[in-house]
């Protein structure tokens, strides 16, 4: 599951190293009379390295890097954002926190952004798409890249859950003109909180590159003190100390997915020929972080919640934190059309069990959990 069973001696050991050999700098910039490196940048580079992508910035969480990269993408205030109905209530918060206005797409049996209802979407105000690559598993992009493409759009990934996860060989957070991950307490690889925007547009990296950090270009002809300026930004920094937590869990990434894939496919080989899976589009390579399964019957459904909350497993947001993940819920933010036109969505999520994958339980208890779950499901 997340990064956070994989925190221990190595983070440490680096995080001691900064404040011994390094000085104790926390910042990003500057401070060079002090210090040798820069952490920030580093994790940065080694983060464009692994997902094959020209830049990489790093910021303060996902939330913050949906925003950011939607203002790189020039939305505004009376624009239109398509996402989808299963996410987190971030996307939605980031599209209004540009003024633009959430429209909210079903999802399909894939759980994520149902191509066909995205099509009767499109409007002439619609100036982005934010799939979102929930739990682990890919978003149809062949389709959604299509229907972008047609109607000249700009695709904003948010890959926040799905670092390392894959679409035609290549990694999530890559295919559309900008990508986000995170990197909170719950996610893939985590430095308590932070994200990571990653584009291959140069303009669009000096973007948010400024905008995250007041404006700055960080000019090399000037200091920090004397940095020229040509946009009103903000501050979305990321500290070194999160850096070098990221550095560390960057190098655990593989064996985290590893690790997931063989708990992951023990409890899917017991139980798959008595349940229904969420499906996984073609050519997906999923991060194996949660079992979604479907089950209509309720009072099953709840037998099956009980049980894995007794046994220690407890459930991934399904059913437990649906309200966090189910836009349906979220009538603080979004009006009452965009609310009732996600009702399938709804339904598909009320029915639905998402199991996490904990890697500090073993491949052996998944494979009792998968004979004990198959005895629930098929008991009369
Ligand atoms: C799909 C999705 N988008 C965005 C975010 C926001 O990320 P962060 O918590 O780093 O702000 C999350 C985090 O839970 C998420 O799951």
Known sequence: MPGFEYLGKEELKELNNLFKRDKACLFAHGFEKFRKRFHVREFEDQCAKKMKTKFALAVTSGTSAIKIGLKALGVKPGDEV???????????????????????????????????????????????????????????????????????????????ESMGGKYKKKLLGTLGEIGVVSYDFGKTITCGEGGMIFTNDKKLDKYVRDYHDHGHELNPKFPRGEDTVKIVGFNYRMTEMQAIVGKEQLKKLNKIIRENKKRYKK???????????????????????????????????????NFLKKKGFGTKNLPDAIKWHCASFWKHALPRNQIKRIKKTKNLLESSIAIPIWLRKSVTDYNKLGEQLHDIITAK
């Open 82 to 160: 398509i996402t989808q109905g299963f996410n987190f209530i971030a996307t939605v918060e980031a599209i209004i926190d540009t003024g633009a206005k959430p429209i909210m797409c079903n999802v399909d049996q894939s759980l994520n952004m149902c191509p066909h209802d995205l099509k009767k979407l499109i409007s002439k105000k619609t100036k982005a798409i934010i799939p979102v690559h929930m739990l682990g598993v890919t978003c149809k992009m062949d389709e959604i890249k299509q229907i972008a493409k047609k109607n000249k759009i700009k695709i904003l990934e948010d890959n926040c």
């Open 267 to 305: 409890l899917e080989k017991k139980i798959k020929n008595v349940a229904s899976f969420r499906e996984e589009p073609k050519k997906g390579e999923q991060i194996y972080d949660t079992l979604i399964l479907f089950m209509k019957n309720k009072k099953k459904r709840n037998e099956i919640v």
